[in-house]
């Protein structure tokens, strides 16, 4: 069965501290990654696609990679308005479908703190 | 470009009442259609999925049912709500077998 697990669960960062979100998947046959952001009392807005290992994406302080097994989401230099909840989902192959049905995780909740 | 709406934005209503969430895209046709749920800590659980006018697929028993009686229009049904209704419901749209997802704006919907 296709699966995707986020880690940490929470991390609270202090402004500037670098890391990094973790998103691991088992799927036969990936279509594409993905990753979004969620703030509170919102829908999930979408940040990246990653569709091949080794692929990175980039937007202002969030680098998005990809490895065969795992997805990283680095935040480099935080600041406190990239607290959110980052939700990774995965895409696979279906033959025959139009669906093309995304698996989430159950996020990462970023908090940065000045 | 394309835009999808939902609303209300937030709703309480009484255990044993109906309910009716209603979701539109514009600026595409034929999209695959969403309704999900998420819970606190649960994460994002689908509850329905349409391709087409009509064609509705659920994947999970629950109170709820969706009619798409418009290729842009989504609609979230319940005739009886119960207090486990509770949650923050999410419309999505996406094109194709391949792609993301879109989302609204969300409803929260508390059942008293």
């Known amino acids: 069965e296709d699966q995707v697990t986020q880690s940490p669960e929470a991390l609270r960062l202090q402004e500037g501290e670098s890391s990094s979100l973790n998103c691991s998947y088992t799927?036969?046959?990936?279509?594409?990654l993905f990753w979004y952001r969620q703030d509170p009392g919102k829908g999930p807005e979408f940040l990246f696609t990653?569709?091949?290992a080794g692929e990175e994406k980039e937007k202002e302080r969030l680098k998005a990679t990809l490895t065969k097994k795992e997805s990283f989401l680095h935040i480099t230099a935080p600041k406190p308005e990239d607290s959110a909840t980052y939700l990774c989902a995965v895409q696979a192959y279906n033959r025959g479908s139009t669906l093309g049905r995304l698996y989430f995780g159950r996020g990462t909740q970023l908090t940065v703190w000045p | 470009s394309q835009t999808i709406h939902q609303w209300p934005a937030t709703l309480v209503q009484p255990v044993g009442s109906p309910l009716s969430l209603e979701c539109t895209v514009e600026?595409?046709?034929?999209?695959?259609l969403y309704w999900y749920r998420q819970a606190a800590g649960r994460g994002l659980q689908l509850l329905f999925y349409s391709v087409g006018i009509g064609q509705i697929s659920s994947e999970v028993p629950q109170n709820l049912s969706a009619s798409r009686p418009q290729d842009r229009q989504f609609i979230l049904s319940s005739k009886k709500l119960l207090l486990s209704d509770s949650g923050f419901y999410l419309c999505?749209?996406?094109?194709?077998?391949?792609?993301?997802?879109?989302f609204g704006s969300g409803t929260r919907l508390t059942v008293v």
């Open positions: 600026g595409t046709s034929n999209p695959n």
């Open positions: 799927v036969s046959g990936l279509r594409g």
């Open positions: 990653l569709y091949s």
């Open positions: 999505a749209w996406s094109r194709g077998g391949s792609g993301g997802y879109t």
